[in-house]
């Protein structure tokens, strides 16, 4: 074998070697960049869940905190609605203990068992000259004299028992309007 033989074979058989090394660097890369990316899948793949597991149980906190102040809203709502309901009533009574007593008083004037009277100044009575300036008689259990008084028509006591009626209904809707909204202002 020649010289140029013997470099022919060396260089072919370097060559061969050059590939095989190659090829057996290529495959353990290949190995080991594969498990490296198995293990970061892995990896990546246990976040993940665990940033689900964590989110999903965010979730469901905040859903039970909702659900929570929902119920104590509502218990809330069921308590002002209970005591509203009691004013309520309370008002409803208190109109018509009003609207009763007006209807008896109205009643008794009409059958002129009650008649209003109203109280006149002494001193515009003796001045106009009236009963001649003397005043009535003191009543049986007092020292005062007696009040000058002068009575009412029943068309007009009527009228201003009307008009106190409206009055009174109309304070008693006021007290209910302000007691429901300290109630609900609380």
């Known amino acids: 074998m020649t010289a140029w033989g013997a470099r022919l074979i060396a260089l072919a058989a370097l060559v061969i070697a050059c590939a095989l090394g190659a090829r057996a660097a290529w495959v353990w890369q290949d190995n080991a960049y594969g498990k490296l990316l198995a293990d970061q899948a892995t990896d990546y793949g246990q976040q993940l869940a665990d940033k689900e597991r964590a989110h999903a149980r965010e979730r469901e906190d905040a859903a039970t905190a909702a659900l929570d102040q929902l119920a104590v809203q509502h ?35 009409a059958t002129a068992d009650l008649r209003l009277s109203v109280l006149l100044d002494a001193g515009s009575v003796a001045a106009q000259g009236c009963n001649g300036g003397v005043r009535e008689a003191s009543s049986p259990g007092g020292v005062v004299h007696g009040a000058v008084r002068a009575q009412l028509d029943r068309a007009h006591a009527q009228r201003i028992v009307a008009i106190t009626d409206e009055g009174d209904r109309g304070l008693i809707a006021l007290q209910a309007c302000q007691a429901y909204v300290r109630e609900v202002t609380k």
Not at 79 to 92: C, M, N, V
């Open 75 to 109: 218990t809330a709502r069921r308590d002002l609605e209970a005591r509203l309901k009691t004013q309520g009533q309370a008002h409803s009574k208190e109109m018509n203990d009003a609207q009763q007593t007006q209807a008896r008083l109205r009643d008794r004037l």
